[in-house]
């Protein structure tokens, strides 16, 4: 999921639960490298992604994978980011996406469950923009209210929740992990313009990327 800044914040709610401190970039993108992110079209984008096996989780190359998704994602300057958009089949994501009260969540999560939404929770309309879809954004109905279960990278139980943008990211990287994209929600019109508009915008965000990917070089230790 876009977002057109690194989160400033220092307090976190990391893997679901409260920090005092926090830095402003997760560590896990220290330990990482940048990959390339994949673009609507590619077939793994459109795929149901597979469960992370057991035999993964607690890993060298899992917790690889989830270092290199962190240092992809702030490189890109995004809130979240699913397997599919480095190219890989597995379910998970990670995310560092602020609420609607500037309450910053930092975490990943594996085999995510997205649980039903209530009936009574409202439905909001927002713009909504995707690292994988770059440049345009177009305005789509999401639940106020979101929680993920899962779990992390060395198997142990996740459950997070959010409102408003959060709740919003959740969903969205969600959706990734089943092989949908936010466009494929949208209007077939809506849809065409949002991706004539990716044509346009994609070259001068690559571009940007490819400079905010140098800076993180100078920013991060290792």
Not at 11 to 28: I, M, S, T
Not at 31 to 50: F, N, P, Q, S, W
Not at 198 to 222: D, I, T
């Amino acid at each position: 999921m876009s977002e057109q800044s690194t989160p400033a914040q220092v307090a976190a709610v990391v893997q679901g639960r409260e920090v005092a401190d926090y830095p402003v970039l997760a560590p896990e993108a220290a330990r990482g490298r940048v990959r390339a992110i994949t673009a609507r079209g590619e077939e793994v984008l459109h795929r149901r992604g597979v469960d992370v096996p057991d035999e993964m989780l607690g890993g060298a190359e899992l917790a690889r994978l989830i270092d290199d998704m962190f240092r992809t994602m702030y490189a890109a300057e995004g809130v979240g980011l699913a397997g599919s958009q480095v190219g890989v089949g597995w379910r998970l994501f990670v995310y560092d996406c602020p609420d609607d009260d500037g309450v910053r969540h930092v975490g990943h999560v594996v085999n995510p469950v997205l649980e039903a939404r209530d009936p009574d929770d409202a439905v909001v309309v927002e713009n909504e923009g995707c690292l994988s879809v770059p440049g345009p954004h177009a305005e789509l109905g999401r639940a106020e209210h979101a929680t993920v279960r899962g779990v992390d990278r060395d198997g142990g139980p996740v459950v997070v929740s959010g409102s408003g943008y959060f709740a919003r990211c959740l969903q969205h990287e969600t959706d990734h992990t089943l092989g949908k994209l936010y466009v494929d929600r949208l209007s077939a019109r809506e849809r065409k313009r949002v991706l004539k508009k990716m044509n346009e915008m994609s070259e001068g965000v690559f571009e940007r990327r490819r400079v905010r990917a140098k800076e993180l070089e100078e920013e991060l230790p290792g």
